[in-house]
């Protein structure tokens, strides 16, 4: 101790370490089984074909694997409590006893009631049970990823209390099984923040439930201790996120509460992710918990500020394996970020983490036999995650991983210098766009009078957005094409006499502007996707969208090019056979980049600038054609938005809408341009920025008067969907009568578009037959009147 202070330097310091191991850690592991076991028992349980010990031994299983994979890959913390059979979020809303009245009436089993808030629930009378029907709770979108959590609903009669221990049940699970974990829940101030007011209480403020929610909160932490857990991982994300000042109060508050008790509490972890904490530092500073994760691969450059704010016994957990991405970790470059940690900390207060929970990756590489080995080599999904985590973290202990490093810096290298991933002539067009690219030759009011005369359309013109029911029939033969038990020729065929179905449908019930009805397109992305060099697609690559619903993103894995037409062939034969105008229909290029797995070498922009110069070649072929409307869908334009205020959103702001204009400008005047968006809460300023000719919108559960009211002064086109697709209800010709009248009290009839919400491909024939000819019917009505 004598030398202490000579021996301080950074490099005696780091030698001294070497023999402390940094610790691994993973912050939440997918839940849905490699093959999708939980969907399929989840949804026979919904059926009725399996029983509810069938479910939760399945569950069990599955949290079983989990822990044992990650135990014999060597991470030292391993999360328990991030199984869920719907949502982690609602767990917790059943678990706190946060049970609206009209789910708790019905006095269900535990399990039946959380479904029933997730999904809704209608049943029949019985002779011993009354009917039941109520509707699910509102599902949100969890932060800017692709995940949708079940929005936790307060009332002035919530009452907190323990509802069952979970969390406990799970972490003794583990602990037979001989393995120790850390029960991650999702933190009292982000649980409310995330939350909301129930319909019979708006004037609640769900922060201001937090002194009554903690106790119970402390409780279930306690009943961890007593149960053997060490310490617990609070997430409290909405750190990220531009916080008021109450829910900063609230964070100190919250974490205060819980250190007066620490005695009987295991120690925190507090993590947050997908974001800086930078802005809401001072919430952070001095609290007392017992360490700290940030997300260093969102936001790297907060790593100075964060590490200033440290305690000087806390632990920093450093988020460098990337939790919301496919990509293969570079283990030099996250070794080299790690160790500048142990220079401030030491080894001893440094944990080496997944940046987030990996919930939003596919669970294991080794179930893809169709890559491309090459590529194949790139990746890395969650099973393989967890390998990397332990690597880095004996790399940065001095443990020999040579034999890792070394393959690593190979597959790197490779990917950087492929010729798959590089593409000189996309490059180069990328970087030749230029301001007259992105616009088209003339004001939208000119453009309007040639499309006018080109068109000829009547007062309140009608559409739809795209595809008509997807039957089985066309599934089958789908899929008969892709195994090669049809050839091209009898594939084409079926297509074009789907196609004519639904033509001359629309015409018989007086359509405006067709459809072809996309019969020839699995999914908005994925169809462009194959068609694009420089994508590739898995085969079990699922991840959880919302309670049994799992999406297979497409892989962005290189510059983006179009090789040839990817949707002329078949808008030019709907066209052939009527004399209505049919629209060209495109995915943009925001979608195509949000519902894909991006490239992580290069910027978001500028691969939306890739596909929008593809689309531009698409929408120019079409026109060529002869195709004189083209919609262009940006459904998932306002998810892409930062989640915070600042430049980085404006920046986004602008290039969504001017990626969006470089691939719809390069036609003529009289060529009308359709854009859609799926309801989100849009900005009409984002919109009038893509300077589409026609927006559609969906509307129809919006029902706000102020919502019409803010797009008033929208200057072009815009159709505001006037029916469910979601809901197989048919509304009346009357119903939609009545929302359009509404509408025209704040909204110019010149300028008003009739369609329904979104495409039909989730209806069955019936169903949109009814709702297509009361939709019709009601515009007709309108144009006798104006
Ligand atoms: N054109 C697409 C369709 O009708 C649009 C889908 C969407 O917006 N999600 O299916
Ligand atoms: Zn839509």
Same mark, same amino acid.
Request: with cysteine.
């Given at each position: 101790?004598?030398?202490?202070?000579?021996?301080?330097?950074?490099?005696?310091?780091?030698?001294n370490n070497l023999h402390t191991m940094v610790q691994s850690a993973i912050l939440g592991f997918p839940r849905i089984g490699p093959n999708r076991e939980l969907k399929k028992t989840t949804e026979a349980y919904w059926k009725g074909k399996v029983s509810v010990e069938e479910l939760f031994k399945v569950g069990k299983e599955l949290r079983a694997a989990n822990w044992k994979l990650q135990k014999e890959a060597g991470v030292d913390i391993i =999360?328990?409590?991030?199984?869920?059979?719907?949502?982690?979020?609602?767990?917790?809303?059943?678990?706190?006893?946060?049970?609206?009245?009209?789910?708790?009436? +019905?006095?269900?089993?535990?399990?039946?009631?959380?479904?029933?808030?997730?999904?809704?629930?209608?049943?029949?009378?019985?002779?011993?049970?009354? *009917?039941?029907?109520?509707?699910?709770?509102?599902?949100?979108?969890?932060?800017?990823?692709?995940?949708?959590?079940? @929005?936790?609903?307060?009332?002035?009669?919530?009452?907190?209390?323990?509802?069952?221990?979970? =969390?406990?049940?799970?972490?003794?699970?583990?602990?037979?099984?001989?393995?120790?974990?850390?029960?991650?829940?999702?933190?009292?101030?982000?649980?409310?923040?995330?939350?909301?007011?129930?319909?019979?209480?708006?004037?609640?403020?769900?922060?201001?439930?937090?002194?009554? %929610?903690?106790?119970? $909160?402390?409780?279930?932490?306690?009943?961890?201790?007593?149960?053997?857990?060490?310490?617990?991982?609070?997430?409290?994300?909405? %750190?990220?996120?531009?916080?008021?000042?109450?829910?900063?109060?609230?964070?100190?508050?919250?974490?205060?509460?819980?250190?007066?008790?620490?005695?009987?509490?295991?120690?925190?972890?507090?993590?947050?992710?997908?974001?800086?904490?930078?802005?809401?530092?001072?919430?952070?500073?001095?609290?007392?918990?017992?360490?700290?994760?940030?997300?260093?691969?969102?936001?790297?450059?907060?790593?100075?500020?964060?590490?200033?704010?440290?305690?000087?016994?806390?632990?920093?957990?450093?988020?460098?394996?990337?939790? @919301?991405?496919?990509?293969?970790?570079?283990?030099?470059?996250?070794?080299?970020?790690?160790?500048?940690?142990?220079? /401030?900390?030491?080894?001893?207060?440094?944990?080496?983490?997944?940046?987030?929970?990996?919930?939003?990756?596919?669970?294991?590489?080794?179930?893809?036999?169709?890559?491309?080995?090459?590529?194949?080599?790139?990746?890395?999904?969650?099973?393989?995650?967890?390998?990397?985590?332990?690597?880095?973290?004996?790399?940065?202990?001095?443990?020999?991983?040579?034999?890792?490093?070394?393959?690593?810096?190979?597959?790197?290298?490779?990917?950087?210098?492929?010729?798959?991933?590089?593409?000189?002539?996309?490059?180069?067009?990328?970087?030749?766009?230029?301001?007259?690219?992105?616009?088209?030759?003339?004001?939208?009011?000119?453009?309007?009078?040639?499309?006018?005369?080109?068109?000829?359309?009547?007062?309140?013109?009608?559409?739809?957005?795209?595809?008509?029911?997807?039957?089985?029939?066309? @599934?089958?033969?789908?899929?008969?094409?892709?195994?090669?038990?049809?050839?091209?020729?009898? $594939?084409?065929?079926?297509?074009?006499?789907?196609?004519?179905?639904?033509? &001359?449908?629309?015409?018989?019930?007086?359509?405006?502007?067709?459809?072809?009805?996309?019969?020839?397109?699995?999914?908005?992305?994925? $169809?462009?996707?194959?068609?694009?060099?420089?994508?590739?697609?898995?085969?079990?690559?699922?991840?959880?969208?919302?309670?049994?619903?799992?999406?297979? =993103?497409?892989?962005?894995?290189?510059?983006?090019?179009?090789?040839?037409?990817?949707?002329?062939?078949?808008?030019? $034969?709907?066209?052939?056979?009527?004399?209505?105008?049919?629209?060209?229909?495109?995915?943009?290029?925001?979608?195509?980049?949000?519902?894909?797995? =991006?490239?992580?070498?290069?910027?978001?922009?500028?691969?939306?600038?890739?596909?929008?110069?593809?689309?531009?070649?698409?929408?120019?072929?079409?026109?060529?054609?002869?195709? #004189?409307?083209?919609?262009?869908?940006?459904?998932?334009?306002?998810?892409?938005?930062?989640?915070?205020?600042?430049?980085?959103?404006?920046?986004?702001?602008?290039?969504?809408?001017?990626?969006? &204009?470089?691939?719809?400008?390069?036609?003529?005047?009289?060529?009308?341009?359709?854009?859609?968006?799926?309801?989100?809460?849009?900005?009409?300023?984002?919109?009038?920025?893509?300077?589409?000719?026609?927006?559609?919108?969906?509307?129809?559960? /919006?029902?706000?008067?102020?919502?019409?009211?803010?797009?008033?002064?929208?200057?072009?086109?815009?159709?505001?969907?006037?029916?469910?697709?979601?809901?197989?209800?048919?509304?009346?010709?009357?119903?939609?009568?009545?929302?359009?009248?509404?509408?025209?009290?704040? +909204?110019?009839?010149?300028?008003?578009?009739?369609?329904?919400?979104?495409?039909?491909? #989730?209806?069955?024939?019936?169903?949109?037959?009814?709702?297509?000819?009361?939709?019709?019917?009601? *515009?007709?009505?309108?144009?006798?009147?104006?």
């Amino acid at each position: 101790m004598i030398f202490k202070d000579t021996k301080s330097s950074v490099g005696q310091l780091i030698s001294n370490n070497l023999h402390t191991m940094v610790q691994s850690a993973i912050l939440g592991f997918p839940r849905i089984g490699p093959n999708r076991e939980l969907k399929k028992t989840t949804e026979a349980y919904w059926k009725g074909k399996v029983s509810v010990e069938e479910l939760f031994k399945v569950g069990k299983e599955l949290r079983a694997a989990n822990w044992k994979l990650q135990k014999e890959a060597g991470v030292d913390i391993i =999360p328990s409590n991030d199984f869920s059979f719907y949502d982690q979020v609602l767990d917790l809303s059943l678990l706190f006893n946060a049970i609206p009245e009209r789910y708790a009436k +019905y006095n269900l089993a535990p399990i039946d009631t959380f479904f029933a808030m997730g999904r809704g629930l209608q049943k029949s009378a019985t002779e011993t049970s009354a *009917a039941i029907d109520v509707t699910a709770l509102e599902m949100v979108k969890w932060f800017d990823s692709n995940y949708h959590y079940v @929005r936790p609903t307060f009332s002035h009669s919530t009452e907190f209390k323990l509802n069952g221990q979970k =969390p406990v049940d799970e972490f003794l699970e583990a602990k037979e099984l001989g393995i120790q974990t850390r029960p991650v829940l999702l933190g009292p101030v982000s649980y409310l923040f995330l939350g909301k007011a129930d319909k019979d209480s708006l004037d609640l403020e769900p922060l201001s439930l937090l002194e009554k %929610l903690l106790p119970v $909160y402390a409780e279930v932490l306690s009943k961890l201790k007593q149960a053997g857990a060490t310490e617990v991982q609070l997430d409290e994300p909405t %750190l990220v996120l531009d916080l008021p000042q109450e829910a900063q109060q609230a964070i100190k508050k919250a974490y205060q509460f819980f250190a007066s008790k620490a005695s009987s509490l295991p120690e925190i972890t507090l993590a947050s992710y997908f974001g800086t904490v930078v802005p809401n530092l001072n919430a952070l500073k001095g609290l007392p918990v017992a360490a700290l994760h940030f997300d260093f691969v969102r936001a790297p450059e907060q790593f100075d500020d964060v590490v200033s704010i440290v305690g000087d016994k806390q632990k920093l957990s450093v988020g460098i394996i990337d939790g @919301r991405n496919i990509w293969k970790n570079n283990f030099a470059k996250s070794s080299e970020f790690v160790k500048k940690a142990i220079e /401030k900390l030491g080894a001893d207060r440094v944990i080496v983490a997944t940046s987030s929970s990996l919930l939003h990756t596919p669970v294991d590489l080794e179930n893809e036999s169709k890559l491309n080995p090459v590529i194949k080599d790139w990746f890395a999904f969650a099973t393989q995650k967890v390998k990397e985590v332990v690597i880095v973290s004996k790399n940065v202990s001095g443990k020999n991983v040579s034999a890792e490093l070394e393959a690593n810096a190979k597959s790197v290298a490779a990917r950087a210098a492929s010729d798959i991933t590089n593409n000189p002539a996309v490059k180069k067009r990328v970087a030749a766009i230029d301001a007259k690219m992105a616009q088209r030759a003339a004001p939208f009011d000119e453009r309007l009078i040639e499309q006018q005369k080109s068109l000829k359309l009547p007062l309140f013109p009608t559409t739809t957005i795209g595809s008509f029911p997807q039957t089985r029939d066309i @599934r089958i033969n789908r899929n008969k094409f892709a195994k090669g038990t049809i050839s091209a020729e009898e $594939y084409e065929k079926f297509i074009n006499a789907e196609i004519e179905t639904v033509i &001359r449908f629309q015409e018989e019930i007086g359509l405006d502007v067709l459809v072809h009805g996309e019969p020839e397109r699995n999914d908005m992305v994925q $169809y462009f996707g194959e068609q694009l060099n420089g994508y590739t697609f898995t085969v079990n690559g699922w991840v959880q969208s919302y309670g049994s619903r799992y999406v297979r =993103p497409p892989i962005i894995v290189g510059d983006l090019s179009r090789p040839k037409p990817m949707s002329v062939k078949e808008s030019v $034969y709907a066209q052939s056979i009527t004399t209505k105008p049919v629209k060209g229909m495109l995915t943009g290029p925001v979608t195509c980049l949000r519902w894909s797995f =991006p490239r992580d070498d290069v910027e978001q922009k500028t691969q939306a600038y890739q596909l929008a110069l593809a689309l531009r070649d698409e929408v120019n072929d079409l026109e060529a054609a002869g195709i #004189t409307v083209i919609q262009v869908d940006e459904p998932a334009i306002r998810e892409g938005l930062p989640l915070r205020a600042g430049a980085e959103r404006d920046d986004y702001v602008f290039w969504a809408a001017d990626s969006f &204009r470089v691939a719809t400008s390069g036609v003529r005047n009289s060529t009308q341009i359709h854009s859609h968006f799926c309801y989100s809460d849009l900005d009409p300023n984002h919109i009038k920025a893509l300077d589409a000719d026609v927006v559609s919108i969906e509307y129809s559960k /919006k029902d706000d008067p102020n919502y019409i009211a803010e797009f008033k002064d929208y200057p072009n086109h815009i159709g505001l969907g006037l029916f469910d697709i979601h809901s197989p209800r048919v509304p009346s010709k009357e119903e939609m009568i009545h929302k359009i009248e509404t509408i025209l009290k704040d +909204y110019p009839a010149s300028k008003f578009w009739v369609n329904p919400d979104c495409g039909l491909k #989730t209806r069955d024939w019936a169903e949109t037959k009814l709702s297509l000819t009361n939709m019709v019917d009601a *515009a007709k009505y309108f144009r006798e009147q104006y």
